[in-house]
């Protein structure tokens, strides 16, 4: 996304998505099993990274965007981080006992090829039993529904003032759309980043998970721990585990 490239909408990006519960979420399902290697694929500026690492973890978090790792290695404790710029498929082998993907970062790879080399770039780095949590908006639940100018316009409070922002969004295929964030400045300085998001179901999900060679362990439907479809959250919050044996 391109907030996690420019400097200014990194510091937007920051403003709008504080810790949150599905930063707790996530803490207490790293809690639930050993797990001293930790990989953040996709950390952005590190809110969550940080923390597991403040919680004993050793963490190595990945992002292809150089000012949101800039960002991340600034904030308090992200010297306990090994940062990387990159992606799964650098990931060394057997190298962690559990991976994390947040912030709907599943939902950016829209191609299947794409999707499905980053879920065996995972695979091969986690131990055998490692496990893969992340998060993917269910479509059913139609968030897209929101993104125009009218329904997502909202002030960012920032250190120099406040920033207007609204989405944009066309669909390019069936659960396939392509997003527009806009942003204007108090000084009058317009950006605006761009991305195209899957929203895949949850039976994509699962053949996904298990070509790659996972077996699903749980599929959330809200961040209460909610079964799919229950809960007014509209989230696929998968916990997978890597299959002794890598499939090819």
Known sequence: ???FHDPRLVEVYDAECPWGWEDDFFMAVLAERSAHRVVDLGCGTGRLAIAMAGAGHEVTAVDPAVAALAAARRKTGGERVRWLQGTAGQLAARSFDAAFM????AQSYPDDE??????RGLRRALVPEGRLIFDSGDPA????ALWNPRDS???VP??????????????VEPN?????????????RELANSATLRFRTEAQLRDSLREAGFRVDRVYGGWGREPVGLSGDG?????AVATPRLMS
């Open 141 to 144: 639940f139609e968030p897209w």
């Open 153 to 155: 316009l909202r002030t």
């Open 1 to 3: 996304m391109g907030e």
């Open 158 to 171: 920032l250190p120099d003032g406040a920033a207007r922002a609204w989405s944009e969004a066309a669909e």
């Open 114 to 119: 794409e999707w499905d080399g980053v879920l």
């Open 235 to 239: 989230e696929f919050i998968v916990i």
């Open 102 to 105: 947040t912030d709907h970062v």
């Open 176 to 188: 396939v759309w392509h997003v527009t964030e806009r942003y204007r400045f108090p000084d009058g």
